[in-house]
């Protein structure tokens, strides 16, 4: 469990930053107030506490925010994590742009103790969606998860997506909505999209809602499978099997799951009620199988 110990944010840039202990991360932007904020890949900047701990017992003395960094944390190592890796803290979501950054030779902190730690343990990250962040609150290393809606009338604007905010709402901590689309019912494009939240996105899981039933245009089941590398039958087959425990219907729902490369990719039904269900299946299970596709089941998996 890691934990939010410093807010940093600096009104110009080429300034310390301050700890002002709450702040609110806006999407695609960054911290609001802060001068490094805005439309790039280095958004916000993170580093790990204890790193700083240890500078300081060189003698640097520095204080929060010293380094320009905006969040300070203890209980990760984010120099450790690769590029991609994404970050939950609350509603707030970013993911890691970039690790390390080249030292201004004019930096204060290296003219007084001969070194800086920003190069190597400072890293940067992008704001995939906003909220608040204040220190004490916990902060976790997170499945990158993709929510695809399937609905020609939402697509339109003609009808809310609740199926796919309900989504949202009921995945853990440890997953981190980062991704989000609502699309019409379209062969073509869902598999598009989903062949780029695959390969180019590195989504860890993809959960589609919408589109698995006996309509001509319930697509999704089909579009899933022309891009599939492997199967993975037993999530759906132990949805339609707790869902005939409640209705009989449940037989007719064509939802599939498979994998793509590392990612697993599961379809929903279009209901919100639907949705709430089948999720109770499988979210507290497929964690084993997200860490296999990573490698990292048996060995300290960082999703949980």
């Known amino acids: 469990m890691a934990t939010v110990t410093a807010v940093c944010i600096s009104p110009k840039k080429g300034t310390e930053k301050v700890n002002v202990k709450h702040g609110t991360l806006i999407e695609n932007w960054g911290l609001k107030d802060d001068a490094h904020a805005g439309n790039w890949h280095r958004q916000i900047s993170l580093l790990s506490a204890d790193k700083v701990e240890e500078f300081n017992k060189k003698g640097a003395n520095v204080t929060d925010g010293a380094f320009g960094e905006n969040l300070l944390v203890d209980g990760i190592d984010f120099a450790k994590l690769p590029v991609g890796t994404c970050l939950r803290c609350g509603d707030a979501v970013l993911e890691i742009t970039q690790i390390g950054k080249e030292c201004h030779h004019d930096c204060a902190i290296r003219q ?149 490369g590392n990612t697993l990719i599961i379809n929903l039904a279009g209901s919100p009620k639907a949705v709430t269900e089948s999720m109770a299946v499988f979210m507290d299970t497929i964690s084993h199988g997200l860490n296999l596709l990573h490698n990292t089941d048996g060995e300290c998996a960082v999703y949980n």
């Open 112 to 260: 007084r103790v001969g070194d800086c730690i920003m190069p190597k343990q400072g890293v940067f990250a992008k704001v995939l969606r906003g909220g608040e962040i204040s220190v004490g609150m916990q902060m976790h290393i997170a499945y990158k998860v993709a929510i695809i809606t399937l609905s020609d009338k939402g697509s339109m604007g003609e009808r809310e997506d609740i199926s796919g905010k309900k989504i949202a709402e009921l995945l853990p901590q440890n997953y981190a909505p980062a991704v989000y689309k609502l699309l019409p019912d379209d062969r073509a494009l869902l598999e598009s999209t989903l062949i780029n939240l695959c390969d180019n996105e590195h989504c860890d899981l993809i959960l589609t809602t919408g589109g698995t039933g006996f309509s001509p245009r319930d697509i999704t089941p089909e579009a899933t499978l022309a891009v599939a590398d492997r199967n993975a039958f037993g999530i759906a087959e132990a949805i339609r099997a707790e869902s005939m425990k409640i209705t009989k219907r449940a037989m007719l729902s064509r939802g599939v799951s498979v994998i793509r």
